[in-house]
């Protein structure tokens, strides 16, 4: 359990280190925001509104992007020669890709909470009374997202070509979710296509919460995220191979 936990913290001590990934995950989620609130502004009868709309797609966005900061830290060099050591010992592989999951986990979900209050500062609606509703589901949700990330690089056995894959996986799902616009008005073809996106779930369930108090969905998305994360360390435990790591 100590040796888990000291690669847990230098996988996640090289996280908050880089600043790509700390600009990735909060910069750009927030100019993304701004640009996209700005650009269709003038499509709502409330500017105010499309703010909204942006900042509850745009941090689904990023939640599910969170899956390339677990692609990014899995192998990284510097921590090649601890992970070997555990290799060695009794405690198995387990440890090596739980660390990085848990670790993409905390640095994705601690900077999208900065997102989030930055957003409530800048009077944005994420619910009011219900905020606590919303940080609750972002937490499977996240963990699901970069057991996803850990996974892609156990089966592929190489960061770049698992973050390329992803990055486009991601992308699609958002795009068919309606993170950059809604499908639905554009017909009942693409609107059926949308629901397939589990972006379009989240933002279903997301503005639900935060503007009709509805928590109904709140269960499904905690129990449908959990049951993927635990497919995915599945997926880890058969697929991961000590060799990656020589």
């Not at 996209?36 to 942006?54: E, H, I, Q, R, W």
């Not at 935060?210 to 129990?223: A, E, H, K």
């Amino acid at each position: 359990m100590y040796r888990f936990f000291q690669i847990f913290k230098m996988d996640l001590s090289n996280n908050f280190k880089n600043p790509v990934l700390i600009n990735f995950n909060l910069v750009f989620a927030i100019v993304m925001i701004l640009i996209m609130g700005f650009l269709t502004s003038g499509n709502y009868a409330n500017a105010m509104d499309a703010y909204n709309y942006y900042a509850v797609s745009f941090l689904i966005f990023g939640m599910m992007q969170g899956a390339m900061t677990a692609t990014n830290c899995f192998m990284e060099r510097d921590i090649k020669k601890p992970n070997l050591r555990i290799l060695s010992s009794p405690c198995g592989k387990f440890p090596i890709y739980f660390s990085k999951m848990l670790a993409s986990f905390l640095f994705d979900y601690i900077l999208h909470l900065l997102v989030a209050v930055i957003l409530l500062i800048a009077g944005i609606n994420l619910g009011g009374q219900n905020v606590g509703w919303i940080f609750l589901m972002m937490i499977p949700v996240e963990f699901s997202s970069a057991a996803l990330g850990v996974l892609f690089c156990c089966i592929f056995h190489c960061e770049e070509t698992a973050s390329t894959i992803l990055s486009l996986f991601v992308s699609v799902i958002a795009f068919l979710g309606g993170a950059f616009f809604s499908l639905d008005g554009l017909g009942s073809t693409l609107a059926a296509i949308s629901r397939i996106s589990p972006v379009k779930m989240l933002i279903d369930v997301f503005f639900a919460v935060i503007y009709d108090n509805n928590l109904s969905g709140v269960l499904p998305v905690l129990f449908i995220s959990t049951a993927f994360s635990a497919l995915c360390i599945f997926g880890c435990q058969k697929t991961f191979r000590a060799e990656d790591y020589l």
